[in-house]
């Protein structure tokens, strides 16, 4: 069994292929997460800056704690809006970024098992033993890979309903704050 100089080119072609696409999806994660966070700095600024203006607008004291009072539920909902935008975007690229190594899991699996397929076919009698284990110990690893595999992604829907209910938490107990004010 030879490898030939167009199966190192191909192999090398689908790698760099493969890296491209990868750093793809992460810059479009990084593109996401820097406007999400450019609008977020933009609009706490202009409701500062709106802040600021009905604040020298007080006529008296009374009117300046209630002024500041309200203000700080508007900014609680936006700052948690603004964790679970980054929430989302961060499980949608750990999920792309999951998705790629499977595949690249997937498709080395394959190329292996085609490479022990023909190394038994090529292997001197008496070798059946030693290409068993191989087998065998692909297989075991395999099944090792999905078993973490499944663990993982139970582990990430877990964060995700203590996420949404922590932000829900959040929200009832702004709204029972102002509803107290």
Known sequence: ??????????????????????CSTQFSAIERLSALQFNAAKAAFEDSVSHVKS??????????????????????????AFSRSVYEVAAQSQGEVSKFFEAQTAEANKTLASTLDKVTKNA???????????????????????????VAKQ???????????????????????????
């Not at 020298?56 to 508007?74: C, H, M, N, R, W």
């Open 155 to 181: 582990a990430s829907e877990l964060a995700e309903a203590n996420f949404a209910a922590v932000t829900a938490s959040s929200r009832e107990s702004s709204k029972r704050k102002s509803a107290a004010v």
């Open 55 to 80: 604040l020298a607008g007080a006529k008296d004291v009374q009117e300046f704690i209630s002024l500041s009072t309200a203000a700080a539920q508007p900014s609680l909902e936006k700052a948690v």
């Open 124 to 150: 001197p009698a008496g070798s059946d033993v030693a290409v068993a284990a191989m087998k065998s110990a692909l297989a075991a690893a395999n099944s090792a890979y999905d078993s973490m595999s499944k």
């Open 1 to 22: 069994m030879y490898v030939t100089p167009e199966q190192i080119a191909a192999a090398n072609k689908a790698g760099v292929e493969a890296m491209i696409g990868f």
